[in-house]
């Protein structure tokens, strides 16, 4: 199948996966989001190593449970997708040893779990999924969850927040300095703070040009 050639060379484990790797409606986190992830992941994993098999079981089901960003179980989605994992590879007749690693990874990749992930196959992962919060698909995917949440683009009076609280789901612009600006300092390996600090410096781009058109 397409889908499946598309993540070589783990096109076998893709093609058992992927029908497992999304729910919902969530176009900030469908299958274009875990092929980006996985994408990144192949470049971090070409040079900083690890299990490449752990590790793309991992991208593909690390959003395998869809849960709203308004959703007040958000901190615990990447949680719930490490326990549905855990049953999925159970079934495909992964081991103990495996399944624990791809569930640790896919735990602790979450921005909003504020867990420290231990192994080297979590570290490409959280890497990997940061990558595409930031950069251009980034800012895209801010303004399309904005629209999901129905929150503004700006404060038409202070857009830049200089006389007001910032509030990211009132205003989707808001979510760049809430958020966004502050994953670049956390990355994890060494080749994805290098490909984080290229995305970043455009991040920050997008936001003068659209500061300077409003």
């Not at 096109?11 to 900030?28: F, M, R």
């Not at 609280?165 to 990355?187: N, V």
């Amino acid at each position: 199948m397409f889908e499946a050639k598309a993540f070589s060379p783990f096109e076998s484990l893709a093609a058992e996966l992927i029908p497992y790797a999304t729910e919902g409606d969530d176009g900030s986190h469908d299958l274009a989001h875990i092929l980006r992830v996985f994408r990144n992941a192949m470049r971090i994993h070409a040079t900083e190593g690890g299990n490449g098999r752990i590790l793309s079981a991992a991208v593909l089901l690390h959003d395998c449970v869809a849960v709203e960003k308004s959703s007040p179980l958000r901190s615990k989605a990447s949680a719930l997708a490490a326990q549905k994992a855990s049953g999925i590879l159970k079934e495909l007749g992964w081991t103990a040893e495996e399944i624990a690693a791809v569930a640790h990874a896919i735990t602790t990749h979450s921005f909003s779990a504020n867990i420290t992930p231990e192994t080297l196959e979590a570290r490409i992962l959280q890497d990997s999924d940061r990558l595409d919060a930031i950069g251009m698909v980034g800012a895209a995917r801010c303004f399309y969850i904005g629209g999901r949440m129905a929150s503004g683009l700006y404060d038409p009076f202070d857009p830049a927040a200089e006389h007001r609280p910032l509030d990211d789901r009132r205003y989707a612009i808001d979510h760049f300095q809430t958020k966004l600006f502050k994953l670049a300092d956390g990355f994890q390996t060494a080749a994805g703070r290098a490909l984080a600090a290229e995305r970043d410096k455009r991040l920050r781009d997008f936001l003068a040009a659209f500061m300077d058109e409003i």
